[in-house]
């Protein structure tokens, strides 16, 4: 059993399950074969057939679930399966644990210090001006559309971990165009800066 198989099919299930929400098989490999053109509609049967006669995946056919978590898993630029990884994956109980230490040793937990929300992260550092604009963008929006700041937020933060290299004032402006507000105000505002 080697790391990469497991590293292999845990990135191919982050990228498939990306949303979190179940999937059907269907789509499964849909997004194996015609989105990713990994492998060809045939293989992505059998690939999705495969893991989950291997654990890998379990629920209904048209709501299937990972078993494991994939929450610290990042796929490098470029990168892309080994089809007989997936094809003949092992078997999901087999994947290795993280060892148990031995020795116990006693540590007093954290104590958990008082943190005050952070507003809407523009980086300090950051050399584009409209980064500050990213609150009271945040706030405009939130009003105009009268949705709640916490979910303007959630929505802006969530297309920018999507989007990854699209700024945070950006990420707002999709944010705003999505609730149909008027873009004039807001490509205004920030080219004044």
Known sequence: MASEDIE???????ICFRDGEALDA???ERILSFDM??????????????????????????ALKPTV????VHSPLGWF????RLLHPIDANERQEQPVPTEQ??????????TKKQPLNHS????????KLTQRL??????????SLEEVERRAKRKHQALQYASMWMCLALVAREQSLSMKEITEALAAV
């Open 8 to 14: 292999d099919i845990r990135r191919v299930l982050a």
């Open 26 to 28: 269907l789509d499964i």
């Open 37 to 62: 053109e990994w492998v060809n509609p045939s293989e992505a049967e059998k690939i999705v057939q495969a893991l989950i006669g291997k654990g890998w995946l379990s629920g209904e056919e048209n």
């Open 69 to 72: 978590s994939l929450t610290d």
């Open 81 to 84: 399966p080994r089809p007989s």
């Open 105 to 114: 040793k006693s540590v007093m937990p954290p104590t958990p210090t008082p």
């Open 124 to 131: 300090p550092d950051s050399n584009d001006p409209r980064a």
């Open 138 to 147: 945040s706030k405009y929006i939130s009003k105009a559309s009268e949705i």
